[in-house]
């Protein structure tokens, strides 16, 4: 494993990648630490700010193109900047099932089926995980 290929891309794939990466691991926290404390609800916007950097920075990235410059992948993050206000109104309003249920579609959808897809052979995760 090597970050070198991830160094050497555009700043917005910095960007994206890193904001993902920190995404995850703060989701994997907070998905599994208690739940309605101050740390939660402070993890909570930290990671609701990273998500909608992680689905703002893909519009500038256009490796793949399947329609224009984008590619079905960005309808992940339309999807993510669509529901991530629903989950937060969902908190603010303690719906905890509605607000448990979005956060953990953005967080298997936009970061581990997205995140699959980025260890696809010839991507640049791919050479971070695997080399190349």
């Not at 950097?53 to 992940?76: K, N, Q, T």
């Not at 953005?106 to 640049?124: H, K, S």
């Amino acid at each position: 494993m090597t970050l070198a290929p991830l160094l050497r891309a555009d700043p917005v794939i910095q960007l994206h990648a890193f904001a993902a990466m920190a995404a995850f691991l703060l989701g994997a926290v907070q998905l599994s630490a208690p739940k309605g404390t101050r740390p939660h609800r402070i993890l909570g916007w930290t990671f609701v700010t990273l998500m909608a950097a992680v689905a703002i920075s893909s519009f500038w990235i256009h490796e793949l193109r399947m329609i224009g410059p984008f590619s079905l992948i960005h309808l992940l993050s339309i999807f993510t900047l669509a529901v991530l206000p629903f989950a937060v109104l969902a908190a603010r309003r303690h719906d905890v099932v509605r607000h448990r249920r979005r956060m953990t579609e953005i967080f298997l959808g936009a970061l581990v089926v997205a995140g699959l897809f980025t260890l696809l052979p010839g991507r640049i995760m791919h050479a971070v995980v695997f080399g190349g």
